[in-house]
């Protein structure tokens, strides 16, 4: 018996396997969304949409928001990211996403000032955490500088570190570090990118 | 040490291992043994030894839910497989072909003997050495590499088109 057995994987067979393969795994993640989740065992589920500053990424954990990613972070590196800091346990689910997206959706429309949702701050922690909580002081259309952000959240020697706090801040756009800018007047840096950071502040000052 | 997002390995090998299950067990109950073997293994991949071989510990959970759902479906009654209708595309697109468009196949595959599919699945489609085939199956190297090279003569007797 002289069989041509030793492809290893088996192309004809591979490929007579796959047809209709697509939609089936497309059907199946989703159900296997749904399984983990229903199971306690999606610890992060993310989806992506695209929004006025770029494709965001959009991670939570049941304990509520965790992570805002822009593209220009690279979506593949902040889930590696959330994988390593979080859990590995990582799915596409948009489901557990919904109200942050329709959330998201009307802030950037402009009939939205003020996110209503639940937001897991375990990435940010100590002083980091205490400036980022103070951030949603700051009103839409508004700005505050370094300084006085320092100064928010009970420390106003600690402009730096509000800076970071705010450089590091994993819930970009809902959580509005973009609103700190330099007492000089200049822009200040931004995760998502001064253009974005810019794009943000024209379209509150504009509502 | 890097550890990849769950969703990662879903993308990388959910291919593979659909197709496993559908040689094993055919089309239908292939997608109850792909969900188990993937909720199985969301359970125990932050277990996973960092450098493991991720799609051969896959292949390992679809054998053991591949036994489970063959188990149940043995326990439910035979339903005879529904045939499209001549001429009509069986409730799919006209432009993906499903699975029922490679009848002969799962036919052929049908009257193989379990051990040959199995042998055949892990072998030619999720691409294990024939070594490691045996540990799985609880059998010898040159056992399954018979096992595997008569299914594979077999199918191509019956279905030798798709095989092409």
């Known amino acids: 018996m002289s069989l041509p057995v030793d492809t290893v994987p088996d192309a004809g067979l591979s490929s007579a396997l796959a047809a209709g393969e697509e939609q089936a795994l497309a059907r199946l ?3 296997l969304a749904a399984g983990a989740e229903q199971r306690d065992l999606l610890d992060v589920a993310y989806t992506v949409i695209d929004s006025p500053v770029g494709d965001l990424l959009l991670a939570a954990t049941p304990a509520g928001l965790v992570r805002v990613g ?5 979506h593949d590196a902040v889930l ?4 390593a800091r979080i859990s590995p346990r990582i799915l596409a689910a948009p489901e557990r996403l919904a109200a942050p997206v329709r959330q998201l959706k009307e802030y950037f ?3 939205r000032q003020r996110f209503d949702l639940p937001l897991d ?3 940010a922690t100590g002083f980091r955490r205490t400036v980022v909580e ?3 002081d700051i009103g839409y259309g508004a700005t505050a500088s370094y300084a006085a952000l320092a100064a928010l959240a009970g420390n106003p020697g600690a402009v730096r570190a509000a800076g970071t706090a705010c450089a590091r801040n994993p819930l970009p756009v809902v959580v509005p570090c973009h609103r700190v800018v330099r007492s000089d007047g200049k822009i200040g840096n931004y995760l998502g990118g001064s253009d974005a950071k810019r794009t943000l502040l024209q379209m509150e000052a504009a509502a | 040490m890097e550890v990849k997002p769950f969703e990662a390995i879903v993308r990388e090998h959910g291919a593979v291992v659909l197709r496993v299950c559908r040689a094993v067990l055919g089309p239908d109950d292939a997608e109850d043994a792909w969900s188990e073997t993937f909720l199985a293994a969301l359970r125990a991949y932050p277990e996973l030894q960092a450098g493991a071989n991720v799609q051969a510990w896959l292949v390992t959970i679809a054998k053991r839910k591949a036994i489970d759902v063959h188990r149940s479906a043995a326990r439910r009654p035979v339903l005879v497989p529904e045939l499209p209708e001549p001429g009509s595309d069986g409730g799919r ?6 699975p029922g468009d490679h009848d002969g196949l ?6 193989l003997p379990q051990r040959q599919r199995e042998a055949l699945a892990y072998h030619h489609l999720a691409g294990l050495p024939f070594a490691e085939v045996a540990v799985l199956l609880g059998s010898t190297e040159a056992a399954v590499r018979r096992s595997a090279a008569d299914g594979m003569k077999k199918l191509r007797t019956m279905d030798g088109e798709d095989l092409r």
């Not at chain 1, 822009?70 to 690279?74: A, M, Q, R, S």
């Not at chain 1, 590696?80 to 994988?83: C, D, I, T, Y």
Request: hydrophobic share 40%; no cysteine.
């Open chain 2, 106 to 111: 799962w036919a052929a595959l049908r009257t």
């Open chain 1, 109 to 111: 429309a402009g009939t």
């Open chain 1, 134 to 136: 103070h951030l949603s």
């Open chain 1, 80 to 83: 590696e990211q959330l994988a």
């Open chain 2, 93 to 98: 697109s006209t432009e993906t072909p499903g």
């Open chain 1, 121 to 123: 701050f375990r990435l």
């Open chain 1, 70 to 74: 822009f593209g220009i972070e690279g």
């Open chain 1, 29 to 31: 993640q989703a159900r």
